[in-house]
């Protein structure tokens, strides 16, 4: 069973910085795209960061240049740096990610989500 767990969340002031971490685990063979994606109240789910196993990012417009996505492939981990947080940004955050397992085939899995608030 593989499991998605996101961390790092909490309050922080406009114009703040917080750093989200996903780390999977389970009886993993290999991990594909690993993504954020963040759902704001009363809106739909967005696209935030994406990464390849080559490290490859893509980013939504609207974190361009403040967000910065990485990845540990031995820790089987990924990373959102989020600087200069705006109050726009307040969401519960998601990591996402096809994963293999030893014998199975490449199968979807979302994290629980973690929550970022920025306010003063």
């Known amino acids: 069973q593989v499991q998605l767990v996101e961390s790092g969340g909490g309050l922080v002031q406009p114009g703040g910085s917080l750093r989200l971490s996903c780390a999977a685990s389970?009886?993993?063979?290999?991990?594909?795209?690993m993504r954020w994606h963040r759902r704001a109240p009363g809106k739909q789910r967005e696209a935030v960061a994406s990464i390849t196993t080559g490290g490859i990012t893509d980013y939504a417009d609207s974190v361009k240049g403040r967000f910065t996505i990485s990845r540990d492939n031995a820790k089987n981990t990924t990373y959102l740096q989020m600087n200069s947080l705006k109050p726009e940004d307040t969401a519960v955050y998601y990591c996402?990610?096809?994963?293999?397992?030893?014998?199975?085939?490449?199968?979807?899995?979302w994290g629980q989500g973690t929550q970022v608030t920025v306010s003063s």
């Open positions: 996402n990610s096809v994963i293999k397992t030893v014998g199975e085939p490449p199968r979807n899995y």
């Open positions: 389970g009886n993993i063979f290999s991990i594909f795209t």
